[in-house]
């Protein structure tokens, strides 16, 4: 009788393998055997490249057939080692995104005019964008002795906000000084030393925190640029080359640029003047010398030291004398105990209206909203016709008929007659019209223009690609160019020093422009008279605010769409945001396939957006770095930094 194997009390049944394993088993049994013994082939006995190709040239005839020697070596990767290294990218140039799933990605090169950005970057995700232009620093002082009233502060940092504000916008980088500063160079105790009045001592810091920080631009806090962005002083000033020390002689005191050894020159003979010898003795005469054109600092040295130029008209400085000349119902504000405050705060509504009147002046054909094949685009357009009505609304104002102190002979906004908002089916290159366009990923604007709300790739497949940069364009570079001569336009229109600052766009899925006003460079309107005529917000204000444009007429031949079709398109535009962020397989295919179809109008997307987003942190970076300073967003009290309409589509 057979004997039972057990294990643990189990029986065991021992069968022999199939033979197919038996035959396994033994060879691998015999290639571990042998190499026990003999170990693996030394790589000495391994046949060389050169005797591989000896051996195999002879039977290589096809004339058709690569040479041996055109055979690419094949490196010995080891699966085990660690993954490379990315390579380097430029520091801030990428921005986290709400509105698609991936990051905001630029690369700044001189070839940002390639048509397709992923022939430069080799990442489709990447947009290639042109050098970011250096901006000069501006400086101004500001200094406070002592306590001072919560409000006061407020009024001012709210004053000093839109300084930087109004720099910011025209390429500058706006630095607020103090005494902090000025301690800090060589010769600030000998000024101490010197006991003199408090007016006197408050520009000799001004000008000893300017030297401290090697020269170029000393601007007083109330001087503001007022011109069109090309204005020859606003340009002059951004070339960073100022090899004499100047004045503008219209600005009094307002405006000084030069360099680190001429301004430290002028603190030192500046100094020296015998009058400084004795201040006791010359205290009136010193006083005098404040009260003449260009202040103490100008008339303690000859007229050699500081050149005068009498050409600039690109700056409105609003100085006590032009404020008490020209606008009496601020400088009352001012003058009284009670209501300082509130003079503070009516000198800020004014020279924001000034700002917002200048642009209107530059932009003298209006404001124009590029809606390519509008049938059925009303829901894409809300932003860009938002922001129109806002430019071109009169600016609330304490003295509505009032100029901006560099141009007096101004044309005033008027109620009756604002500037003029049109629709336009393609951008037309214009320097007295300002444009707005908003450019929408090709996934959302294939869902509103073919009224669908899903895309496959049998539908894409019957319909024509990039669609939208085609229209677009049509009027800008003709109709017989391709979709990468377009993108070629496009980015020029988007980022070339003439097109930034003619147009603005916007991409529709980012649904809000926090940073609007720093593009433009004052506060767009945030009220309007419910009236068709000005009013003022209440019974005790001293402003006046304007009726609110109304919506651009529809494009020729264009019929407005009925109220159901407009919720029809704002629902499918949700859905296209919410499929463009969407982190399901499925929908990134979809997409994908979509950016794929329409190479073109993805890359006009990608440069705008990523036009946009590095705007955006340079500016961020900026304020990160001037936050803890005066004139910072969070130092200006409640509504310093401008808000939105809440009514937007009223």
């Known amino acids: 009788m057979p004997v039972q194997h057990t294990i643990f009390g189990r029986p065991v049944t021992l069968q022999m393998p199939p033979r197919r394993f038996q035959l396994l088993f033994s060879f691998i049994l015999f290639l571990i055997v042998y190499f026990a013994l003999y170990g693996p082939p ?21 004339p058709h057939l690569p040479s041996l020697q055109d055979v690419p070596t094949v490196p010995n990767i080891n699966p085990f080692a660690p993954s490379a290294h990315k390579p380097p990218v430029q520091p801030n140039s990428t921005t986290s995104s709400s509105t698609y799933r991936g990051a905001v990605e630029w690369l700044s090169d001189f070839k940002w005019r390639n048509p397709f950005s992923s022939s430069i970057t080799l990442d489709e995700n990447r947009a290639v964008l042109p ?68 007016a006197t001592e408050m520009e000799m810091m001004r000008w000893l925190a300017w030297g401290r920080m090697s020269g170029g631009v000393l601007a007083n806090w109330l001087a503001l640029p007022m011109a069109q962005y090309d204005n020859p002083m606003l340009a002059f000033l951004r070339r960073k080359e100022y090899p ?46 404040g009260k003449k054109d260009g202040g103490v600092m100008v008339n303690l040295l000859s007229g050699d030291d500081i050149k005068v130029d009498s050409k600039a008209n690109g700056i409105a400085y609003y100085s006590t004398t032009t404020i008490a000349k020209n606008y009496e119902t601020v400088a009352k504000k001012l003058d ?67 100029c901006p102190p560099n141009n007096a002979k101004c044309t005033p906004c008027s109620h009756d007659k604002t500037p003029k908002i049109q629709l336009l089916s393609s951008f ?7 444009t707005i366009g908003t450019v929408p990923h090709p996934y959302t604007f294939n869902l509103l223009h073919y009224t669908r709300d899903s ?26 160019h391709s979709s990468a001569d377009r993108v070629i336009h496009f980015k020029e229109v988007v980022a070339s020093p003439v097109g930034f600052s003619n147009s603005l766009w916007l991409t529709a899925e980012r649904e ?28 005790k204000s001293e402003l006046i605010i304007f009726p609110r444009p109304e919506p651009p007429a529809p494009l020729e ?79 200006a009290g409640p509504g310093g930094a401008g808000g939105r309409w809440s009514d937007r589509r009223r």
Request: proline share 4%; charged share 30%.
């Open 557 to 635: 031949g264009v019929s407005s769409p009925e109220a159901k079709w407009i919720k029809n398109e704002e629902e499918r535009l949700q859905k296209a945001r919410d499929a463009i962020k969407s982190k399901d397989r499925r929908m990134q295919e979809v997409v994908e396939m979509v950016e794929k179809w329409n190479l073109a109008d993805t890359e006009a997307w990608r440069f705008a957006r990523a036009w946009s987003g590095r705007r955006r942190v340079e500016r961020e970076m900026w304020e990160k770095e001037e936050g803890s300073y005066a004139g910072a967003e969070k130092k």
């Open 428 to 434: 037309q290159n214009s320097s007295t019209r300002y």
């Open 512 to 539: 809000s422009q926090h940073d609007i006003n720093w593009v433009f460079g004052f506060n767009l309107p945030q009220k309007a008279s419910y009236t068709n005529e000005p009013s003022s917000p209440s019974d």
């Open 336 to 402: 009284g105990n009670t209501t300082h405050v509130e003079g503070l705060d009516l000198l800020a509504e004014l020279i924001n209206s000034h700002l917002q009147l200048t642009f209107q002046a530059t932009f003298a054909d209006g404001v124009a909203v590029v809606k390519p094949l509008a049938e059925h685009t009303t829901a894409l357009m809300y932003e860009a016709i938002d922001i129109a009505r806002n430019l071109t609304q009169c600016p609330t104002s304490p003295i509505p008929k009032s």
């Open 131 to 198: 050098p970011l232009k250096e901006r000069p620093p501006i400086y101004t002082f500001y200094d406070v002795k002592g306590k001072q009233d919560k409000a006061v502060s407020e009024a001012e940092n709210r004053l000093i906000l839109a300084w930087r504000r109004a720099w910011w916008a025209q390429g500058f980088k706006p630095v607020v000084l103090s005494r902090l500063e000025a301690m800090k160079h060589p010769q600030y105790q000998q000024v101490q030393r010197l006991k003199l009045d408090s």
């Open 455 to 480: 895309l496959d790739a049998d539908f894409l497949r019957q319909k024509s690609r990039d669609v939208w940069i085609e229209a677009a364009t049509n009027d800008f570079v003709g109709k017989d």
């Open 42 to 62: 030394a790589t000495s006995d391994l046949p060389s490249y050169q005797d591989a190709y000896e051996g195999a040239k002879d039977f290589v005839k096809d």
């Open 244 to 289: 004499i020390l100047s004045r503008v002689d219209t600005l009094g005191h307002g405006v000084f640029f030069g360099e680190d050894a001429a301004v430290n020159a002028a603190i030192k003979k500046a100094i020296d003047n015998p009058l400084l010898k004795n201040v006791t003795a010359n205290k009136d005469k010193i006083e005098e010398l």
